[in-house]
C-alpha cells in the first residue's frame, strides 16, 4: 500500500476507535436504562453480525447455523459458572467461544463437497437438530435458577455496554488482520470462484474450514455475551428463526465490514421495538430482511459493499488520472510501440536438461467422448512453447487435466522431473505449476496489490509487486479490481501466476479481447518472462501473430489428437496444420 493508501486505512481505523471510544463514553450516561439495555443487545447482536461477516459476507457461504453456535458458547459460560470453575468470566468467555469452534469445522466439512442452497439446507438441518436438543435439556442453571453474576467493574448495564463494545472491537480489529492475510483475501476469491483459488494454490478444503472454525468462534463469543447479558438464557433466545433473521440481514448490510456489523446489530435489536411503536406485525421486520436480501443476492453486493466500492472507485479514479492509468500498448520499461520482438531458439534436440513440464501419454475420457487422446508435450526449461489447435480442440482440456482440475485421466505429468498424478490443484500449484482461465473471475472488491497476493502466495515486497504491474502494463496498485477493463483483468492474471515463480505458467488466451498493438506487446513482454523471472511457458492462443511472435516451438491439437509438434515455423508450414485451420481435409492423427 502506498503512503496515501495506508494512510487512509489508518484513518479507517483510528475513526472505528474513536467511535468505540466515545459510545463507551457517551451512550451509558444519556440512555435512559431501557434504552441502555437495548444498546447491549444490539452490541451483543453485533458481535454474532461478524460471524455472520466472516462466513457470509467474506468467504460466501450460506451458513443458516450461527446462532447454534452461539447457543454452545452461552451453554459452556452457564455451565462453568454452575461449577464454579476457576478463572471467571472472562476465561469462560474464551472457552465458550473455543467450544464453538470444532463444531464450527464439523458443520464445514459438508461445504467441501456442496455449496450454494444444498450447503444452507445442511446448516439449516443442523439448527433444527440443535433446537431440539436446547428444547430437550434445558440450558445449565436453567432448572435450579442459578444466575451469572457480571464481571466486575462492568456488572452494571452500563458497565456491561462497555464490555460488549470492548470486546466486539478486540474482535473487529482481529477479523481486519486476519482480512490483510492472504487466508482472508483467499475467502473473497472462494465466493467468486473456487476454482481460481485453488489454481492459485490456495487449499479450498482449508480456507473453508478456517472461515467455519473462526465465525463459529466468533458466534460462541456473542452466545457468551448474550448469557452475561440476559444471567440466565431460554432455548427460544438461539432459535433457528434467530439464525435466518441474521443471516437475510447480514446479506442486506454487509457484516464483514465493522459499520455494516453494528448496523446488523442495531436493527435486531430494535426492529421489535420500531415494530411495535409503528403497530405494525413483528414478522414484518422479517419481511422487510427478506426483500432487502432478495435484492442484495440479485445485485451480488451488500450495502456497505457498495457504499465502499464507491468510495474506493471515486479514489481510483484519481489516481488514474494522476498517473496516467494503465498502457497496455506500451512496451515494457517505457511508452510507446510494442518494438520488434526476438524470438528464441529453439533448444538443441540433445539438450541435457530436463524438460519443465513433461506431459506423456494423457488421454482424457467423458463418457464416450475422447476428449484427449494420448497427447505427448514438453516445454523446455527457460522457454515459451506454444499450444494452438481450432476450436474443440482439447487446448482448455489439457490444461485442466496438467493442472489437476480433471480427475481421471491416463498418461503422467511431471514437473521438472517429479510426478504430479496424485496431486490435487491446489498442490500441483504449490509445486509450482500455475494457470489462468479464459474468464476471468477476479473478486472486485480486491486491490490489484491484494490479488497479486493471493496469486504469488506471499506477501510480496512492494516494489515487486510494482515492477510486475509495470511491466504487464496494469494499474497502480492501490487500483480496485472492479474499475479495471477487462483486458487488463486478463493481464492482472496472467502477472499474478507470474508473481507466484512457478516453474510453469499455462496461460490459456490471455490475449482475447486485445487489440493487436495490446497483443503484440503482451508478446514482447512473454518472451522476457523466462529470462527475467525464471518461468517457463505454456501459451495457448487462437492469435497466430502472437504466437510466431513469442513461441520457440509450437504444438497442435486437432479433435484431441497431436497433429503437429516442433520448432513454431515449420509447424506453421506444416499442410496437416493448414488443413486442420483452414478445414480442407481430414486430417489423420499423428
Same mark, same amino acid.
Given at each position: =500500500?502506498?503512503?496515501?493508501?495506508?494512510?487512509? /486505512?489508518?484513518?479507517?481505523?483510528?475513526?472505528?476507535?474513536?467511535?468505540?471510544?466515545?459510545?463507551?463514553?457517551?451512550?451509558?450516561?444519556?440512555?435512559?436504562?431501557?434504552?441502555?439495555?437495548?444498546?447491549?443487545?444490539?452490541?451483543?447482536?453485533?458481535?454474532?453480525?461478524?460471524?455472520?461477516?466472516?462466513?457470509?459476507?467474506?468467504?460466501?457461504?450460506?451458513?443458516?447455523?450461527?446462532?447454534?453456535?452461539?447457543?454452545?458458547?452461552?451453554?459452556?459460560?452457564?455451565? !462453568?459458572?454452575?461449577?464454579?470453575?476457576?478463572?471467571?468470566?472472562?476465561?469462560?468467555?474464551?472457552?465458550?467461544?473455543?467450544?464453538?469452534?470444532?463444531?464450527?469445522?464439523?458443520?464445514?466439512?459438508?461445504?467441501?463437497?456442496?455449496?450454494?442452497?444444498?450447503?444452507?439446507?445442511?446448516?439449516?438441518?443442523?439448527?433444527? /437438530?440443535?433446537?431440539?436438543?436446547?428444547?430437550?435439556?434445558?440450558?445449565?442453571?436453567?432448572? &435450579?435458577?442459578? =444466575?451469572?453474576?457480571?464481571?466486575?467493574?462492568?456488572?452494571?448495564?452500563?458497565?456491561?455496554?462497555?464490555?460488549?463494545?470492548?470486546?466486539?472491537?478486540?474482535?473487529?480489529?482481529?477479523?481486519?488482520?486476519?482480512?490483510?492475510? #492472504?487466508?482472508?483475501? +483467499?475467502?473473497?476469491?472462494?465466493?467468486?470462484?473456487? $476454482? %481460481?483459488?485453488?489454481?492459485?494454490?490456495?487449499?479450498?478444503?482449508?480456507?473453508?474450514?478456517?472461515?467455519?472454525?473462526?465465525?463459529?468462534?466468533?458466534?460462541?463469543?456473542?452466545?457468551?455475551?448474550?448469557?452475561?447479558?440476559?444471567?440466565?438464557?431460554?432455548?427460544?433466545?438461539?432459535?433457528?428463526?434467530?439464525?435466518?433473521?441474521?443471516?437475510?440481514?447480514?446479506?442486506?448490510?454487509?457484516?464483514?465490514?465493522?459499520?455494516?456489523?453494528?448496523?446488523?446489530?442495531?436493527?435486531?435489536?430494535?426492529?421489535?421495538?420500531?415494530?411495535?411503536?409503528?403497530?405494525?406485525?413483528?414478522?414484518?421486520?422479517?419481511?422487510?430482511?427478506?426483500?432487502?436480501?432478495?435484492?442484495?443476492?440479485? +445485485?451480488?453486493?451488500?450495502?456497505?459493499?457498495?457504499?465502499?466500492?464507491?468510495? #474506493?472507485?471515486?479514489?481510483?479514479?484519481?489516481? !488514474?488520472?494522476?498517473?496516467?492509468?494503465?498502457?497496455?500498448? &506500451?512496451?515494457?520499461?517505457?511508452?510507446?510501440?510494442?518494438?520488434?520482438?526476438?524470438?528464441?531458439?529453439? $533448444?538443441?534436440?540433445?539438450?541435457?536438461?530436463?524438460?519443465?513440464?513433461?506431459?506423456?501419454?494423457?488421454?482424457? $475420457?467423458?463418457?464416450?467422448?475422447?476428449?484427449?487422446?494420448?497427447?505427448?508435450?514438453?516445454?523446455?526449461?527457460?522457454?515459451?512453447?506454444?499450444?494452438?489447435?481450432?476450436?474443440?480442440?482439447?487446448?482448455?482440456?489439457?490444461?485442466?487435466?496438467?493442472?489437476?482440475?480433471?480427475?481421471?485421466?491416463?498418461? %503422467?505429468?511431471?514437473?521438472?522431473?517429479?510426478?504430479?498424478?496424485?496431486?490435487?490443484?491446489?498442490?500441483?500449484?504449490?509445486?509450482?505449476?500455475?494457470?489462468?482461465?479464459?474468464?476471468?473471475?477476479?473478486?472486485?472488491?480486491?486491490?490489484?496489490?491484494?490479488?497479486?497476493?493471493?496469486?504469488?502466495?506471499?506477501?510480496?515486497?512492494?516494489?515487486?509487486?510494482?515492477?510486475?504491474?509495470?511491466?504487464?502494463?496494469?494499474?497502480?496498485?492501490?487500483?480496485?479490481? /472492479?474499475?479495471?477493463?477487462?483486458? %487488463?483483468?486478463?493481464?492482472?492474471?496472467?502477472?499474478?501466476?507470474?508473481?507466484?515463480?512457478?516453474?510453469?505458467?499455462? !496461460?490459456?488466451?490471455?490475449?482475447?479481447?486485445?487489440?493487436?498493438?495490446?497483443?503484440?506487446?503482451?508478446?514482447?513482454? !512473454?518472451?522476457?518472462?523466462?529470462? $527475467?523471472?525464471?518461468?517457463?511457458?505454456?501459451?495457448?492462443?487462437?492469435?497466430?501473430?502472437?504466437?510466431?511472435?513469442?513461441?520457440?516451438?509450437?504444438?497442435?491439437?486437432?479433435?484431441?489428437?497431436?497433429?503437429?509438434?516442433?520448432?513454431?515455423?515449420?509447424?506453421?508450414?506444416?499442410?496437416?496444420?493448414?488443413?486442420?485451420?483452414?478445414?480442407?481435409? &481430414?486430417?489423420?492423427?499423428?
Amino acid at each position: =500500500m502506498n503512503p496515501i493508501g495506508r494512510l487512509r /486505512s489508518g484513518r479507517s481505523l483510528g475513526a472505528g476507535l474513536g467511535a468505540a471510544v466515545l459510545a463507551c463514553a457517551v451512550l451509558p450516561a444519556v440512555l435512559p436504562p431501557y434504552w441502555i439495555y437495548l444498546a447491549i443487545s444490539a452490541a451483543v447482536s453485533a458481535v454474532v453480525m461478524q460471524s455472520f461477516g466472516v462466513i457470509v459476507g467474506r468467504a460466501g457461504v450460506m451458513s443458516l447455523c450461527q446462532m447454534s453456535f452461539a447457543a454452545i458458547g452461552a451453554w459452556v459460560v452457564l455451565k !462453568l459458572n454452575v461449577m464454579g470453575a476457576p478463572g471467571g468470566f472472562f476465561a469462560w468467555l474464551l472457552l465458550g467461544g473455543l467450544a464453538a469452534v470444532p463444531v464450527g469445522v464439523a458443520i464445514g466439512l459438508p461445504a467441501l463437497r456442496i455449496r450454494g442452497v444444498n450447503l444452507a439446507v445442511v446448516t439449516f438441518g443442523f439448527a433444527v /437438530s440443535a433446537d431440539i436438543v436446547w428444547n430437550a435439556n434445558p440450558f445449565p442453571g436453567a432448572a &435450579d435458577l442459578t =444466575m451469572l453474576d457480571r464481571p466486575a467493574p462492568f456488572d452494571t448495564d452500563g458497565g456491561y455496554f462497555v464490555l460488549c463494545v470492548i470486546v466486539f472491537t478486540v474482535l473487529a480489529v482481529a477479523l481486519r488482520a486476519i482480512g490483510r492475510t #492472504r487466508l482472508g483475501l +483467499s475467502w473473497y476469491e472462494l465466493r467468486h470462484s473456487e $476454482r %481460481s483459488a485453488a489454481a492459485h494454490g490456495v487449499s479450498v478444503a482449508r480456507s473453508k474450514l478456517a472461515a467455519f472454525a473462526i465465525s463459529a468462534f466468533v458466534a460462541g463469543i456473542g452466545g457468551g455475551l448474550l448469557a452475561g447479558q440476559l444471567s440466565m438464557v431460554v432455548p427460544g433466545n438461539f432459535a433457528m428463526g434467530q439464525s435466518l433473521a441474521l443471516f437475510a440481514v447480514a446479506v442486506m448490510i454487509g457484516p464483514h465490514h465493522p459499520e455494516g456489523a453494528v448496523l446488523g446489530g442495531v436493527f435486531g435489536a430494535v426492529m421489535a421495538t420500531i415494530m411495535d411503536k409503528l403497530s405494525l406485525p413483528q414478522d414484518f421486520g422479517g419481511v422487510l430482511f427478506g426483500a432487502g436480501a432478495l435484492l442484495a443476492l440479485r +445485485s451480488g453486493l451488500s450495502q456497505t459493499d457498495m457504499t465502499r466500492m464507491r468510495k #474506493r472507485e471515486r479514489d481510483a479514479r484519481g489516481l !488514474l488520472d494522476a498517473t496516467g492509468g494503465a498502457r497496455p500498448g &506500451d512496451a515494457p520499461g517505457g511508452p510507446g510501440g510494442p518494438g520488434p520482438v526476438t524470438v528464441p531458439a529453439p $533448444r538443441p534436440s540433445g539438450d541435457p536438461r530436463v524438460p519443465a513440464l513433461k506431459v506423456s501419454g494423457l488421454t482424457v $475420457r467423458f463418457g464416450e467422448v475422447v476428449a484427449l487422446d494420448a497427447v505427448d508435450l514438453t516445454v523446455p526449461e527457460g522457454a515459451v512453447a506454444g499450444l494452438i489447435g481450432p476450436n474443440g480442440a482439447g487446448k482448455s482440456t489439457f490444461i485442466a487435466a496438467a493442472t489437476g482440475f480433471v480427475a481421471g485421466y491416463e498418461g %503422467s505429468v511431471e514437473l521438472a522431473g517429479v510426478p504430479l498424478d496424485r496431486l490435487g490443484p491446489s498442490a500441483r500449484a504449490k509445486r509450482g505449476l500455475r494457470r489462468t482461465f479464459q474468464t476471468t473471475a477476479i473478486a472486485p472488491e480486491l486491490s490489484l496489490y491484494e490479488y497479486l497476493t493471493i496469486g504469488s502466495g506471499r506477501r510480496l515486497p512492494r516494489a515487486e509487486a510494482d515492477e510486475l504491474l509495470e511491466f504487464f502494463g496494469c494499474p497502480p496498485g492501490d487500483v480496485p479490481v /472492479s474499475v479495471v477493463d477487462a483486458g %487488463s483483468r486478463r493481464l492482472l492474471d496472467v502477472a499474478a501466476a507470474i508473481a507466484a515463480k512457478p516453474e510453469v505458467a499455462l !496461460l490459456d488466451e490471455p490475449a482475447a479481447g486485445q487489440s493487436a498493438a495490446e497483443s503484440l506487446a503482451l508478446g514482447r513482454r !512473454l518472451t522476457e518472462v523466462p529470462a $527475467r523471472f525464471g518461468v517457463s511457458i505454456l501459451l495457448v492462443e487462437h492469435d497466430m501473430e502472437l504466437v510466431q511472435a513469442t513461441c520457440a516451438q509450437v504444438t497442435v491439437l486437432d479433435f484431441g489428437h497431436v497433429i503437429a509438434s516442433g520448432p513454431t515455423a515449420a509447424v506453421l508450414e506444416d499442410p496437416a496444420v493448414r488443413a486442420a485451420y483452414l478445414g480442407t481435409a &481430414d486430417v489423420p492423427a499423428s
